[in-house]
């Protein structure tokens, strides 16, 4: 069992829905700040929406307005619902965590982000 697992993966059509879902491991607590990433070969993983302690959320320009992520901590997972689905968004989906440390950033979080999941296909057809 990873510290991070993803699933809710899949294929869609432009226009369409999914819901991603992030069961981490108990030790990854809801003092962690946690979010998702997604990387297409060739090209960098970049961040695509995170979430910390507080319920402060940041997201990529590009999926303003069309996902949403938030956390249940009391079933420890992480979710991120993706609606109007373009093909750009076509990548592998990485669920990642890292505990509230002084000392760094990383994609509105502070710290670093310690876990990864090994990843979620989505591919959306146009």
């Known amino acids: 069992q990873g510290h991070l697992v993803e699933s809710g993966g899949g294929s869609v059509q432009t226009g369409g829905s999914l819901r991603l879902s992030c069961a981490a491991s108990a030790y990854i607590s809801s003092s962690y700040c946690v979010g998702w990433f997604r990387q297409v070969p060739g090209k960098e993983r970049e961040g695509v929406a995170t979430i910390n302690s507080d319920g402060r959320t940041t997201y990529t320009e590009s999926v303003k307005g069309r996902f949403t992520i938030f956390r249940d901590n009391g079933e420890n997972t992480l979710y991120l619902q993706m609606n109007s689905l373009k093909p750009e968004d076509t990548a592998m989906y990485y669920c990642?965590?890292?505990?509230?440390?002084?000392?760094?950033?990383?994609?509105?979080?502070?710290?670093?982000?310690?876990?990864w999941g090994q990843g979620t296909q989505v591919t959306v057809s146009s």
């Open positions: 990642a965590a890292g505990p509230p440390e002084n000392g760094g950033s990383w994609f509105g979080c502070q710290g670093t982000n310690n876990y």
